[in-house]
Nanobody, 122 residues
Framework: QVRLVESGGGLVQAGGSLRLSCLASRIILSINTVAWYRQPPGKQREFVATITSITSGSSTNYADSVKGRFTISRDNAKNTVYLQMNSLKPEDTAVYYC?????????????WGQGTQVTVSS
């Protein structure tokens, strides 16, 4: 069974930092595009950041709202993708989800983690 497990969320004051982790089992994150999404209270889930596979150059892309403050990265040895969040704002409060899509093979499909809560106090 494919699992994505997020961790690292918590309560932080505005201006602070957190680093989220997304650990995968049964799939190799480095050969798939991985994204972070978030769902603020009472709102729809929205895109935050993505990192492409190694074969696609590990390119990164960010939502305008987090550009310059958040950094997505990957540790291939640990099969983990990170989201470093700096200069956090109250509007960053949300449940953060890790997502990947396996394009072919026996494990083909889209996968989501269970989410990790990030709360930024003003």
């Amino acid at each position: 069974q494919v699992r994505l497990v997020e961790s690292g969320g918590g309560l932080v004051q505005a201006g602070g930092s957190l680093r989220l982790s997304c650990l995968a089992s049964r799939i190799i994150l480095s050969i798939n595009t991985v994204a972070w999404y978030r769902q603020p209270p009472g709102k729809q889930r929205e895109f935050v950041a993505t990192i492409t596979s190694i074969t696609s150059g590990s390119s990164t892309n960010y939502a305008d709202s987090v550009k310059g403050r958040f950094t997505i990265s990957r540790d291939n040895a640990k099969n983990t993708v990170y989201l470093q969040m700096n200069s956090l704002k109250p509007e960053d409060t949300a449940v953060y989800y890790c997502n990947t899509n396996v394009p072919f093979g026996a494990l083909k499909g889209g996968y989501w983690g269970q989410g990790t809560q990030v709360t930024v106090s003003s």
